[in-house]
């Protein structure tokens, strides 16, 4: 009787997780309701919407997966809802599963408490490509601890969380063009978590199974869509051009008179407001036509890039590492406030309450800053990489580390503006990666067993 007891008390405390999962997670979704939409997210629904064309400035396969969740729904507020349920729902499994290896009642509950800190909990509903990369590789990364806890005969399953785990992976690619930095390291934990030590058969068919994968799904985009083409790349030499290059250099450039005149204004405003970055918008004057859109003679900017900063090595470089070193030291926007101002009449449905998340943020941003400063995640990030552990959780601990830094330091080359948002990935999988190192102490390395005590799984055996 002691031992049905037991199992009892275990189910019912499973059965709590969810409850209290379940809770945040509705608890997120009214207070985003209907979900905070930057001037970026505000366009990707007009082109949901079919309003705007779809364009290659934003992956369109955002716009177009929420277009089916409206179309499905009725609402737009259906797309924060689903960014909410995959974030509470990764994180219940993770919480689960800490559960099964480690028989702590506290870990559980330290992963989904994870999800209310004001760094991570900061962007949660709101829709931005950065926020779907994130939560789809945070799915990925419980999947792939779920297969930790899978018995050697359960090929099929195995082979089933692959395959969403790779869906996952390829839809954050897809979103967030420089996210193959950060899937290629939670893409080896999937494979090697699934199958602890997988032969040259494995690794063959995963790695054609995601890349086959990708370049079908981009294919059918480009056919099907036909995505508008922007140039978007133009954005970040435009930066370059404008902060190595003189007043007189630009003036003297070996393009046409309107692209020579554009640049020359372009660098005198930015100098005038002291702006490091993000000339496209602040500098420039935005596209030919109109924002979202390509600046005119994109080609020329590209010769143009090509030789000068090949010709000021030096140059380049010092301008990314002050650039580089403001999003390490200085980060911007580590919460963004509500709907923007927008002609679709679109306003928060609870005011009040996204005024209290936002005291909330801004307080911690205030008085913890570390929790959003990017050298402290680059720090963390190394450092799980290199010392994961020797518990149940090295192998997720070292790989999320690894992946955090890799995203991280992507960005040195392409950083279009010195925000937050861009390092959002890397402060969950550092969360995460730090409190399965706390967790897995004492463990032993391997398939997770129970502690002494039997009770009922959480994943598939």
Known sequence: MGQIGHVLRERRWLWGLAIIAATSCLATVFVFSPGYLSPDSLFQLKQAKGKEPLSDWHPPIMSLAWRALIAVTGTLASMAVLQAVIFWGALWVVACLVHESTASRSGAL??????????????????????????????????????????????????????????????????????????????????????????????????????????????????????????????????????????????????????????????????????????????YGRGEHGPFTAVAHPDEITSLWISEMADDVPGYLRYRLQLFSEFLFEPRYQYHPGISPNDQGLQLSHPRLGTALQTYVDGAARHVPVLFAGWFWLTIALV?????????????????????????????????????????WSAIACTLGLLLYWLGRGTTDGPPRRRPRPGPECGSR
């Open 110 to 283: 330290a992963i989904l408490g994870a999800g209310l800190l004001p760094h991570v909990v900061t962007f949660v509903g709101v829709v931005w490509k950065d926020v779907h990369m994130a939560f789809a590789l945070l799915a990925t990364s419980a999947i792939a601890l779920t297969g930790l806890q899978l018995r050697a005969d359960r090929s099929t399953l195995r082979w089933a969380l692959f395959a969403i785990g790779a869906l996952c992976l390829i839809y954050a690619v897809l979103v967030r063009k420089n996210a193959l930095f950060a899937a290629i390291p939670v893409f080896l934990l999937l494979v090697l978590a699934l199958w602890r030590r997988p032969g040259r058969q494995i690794w063959t068919i995963t790695t054609a199974a995601l890349l086959l994968g990708l370049v079908a799904s981009t294919t059918a985009i480009t056919l099907v869509a036909r995505p508008v083409k922007t140039h978007q790349v133009s954005q970040i030499m435009l930066d370059d051009l404008l902060h190595v290059l003189d007043v007189a250099e630009l003036q003297s450039a070996a393009v046409s008179p309107d692209l020579r005149e554009r640049l020359v204004a372009g660098a005198k405003e930015c100098d005038r407001t002291n702006s490091l970055s993000d000339s496209y918008w602040s500098c």
């Open 384 to 424: 799980l990489s290199m010392c994961p552990g020797s518990g149940t959780f090295a192998l997720p601990v070292r790989l999320l580390g690894i992946s955090a830094a890799a995203y991280v330091l992507s960005y040195l080359p392409i950083l279009p503006v010195t925000n937050y948002r861009y390092m959002y």
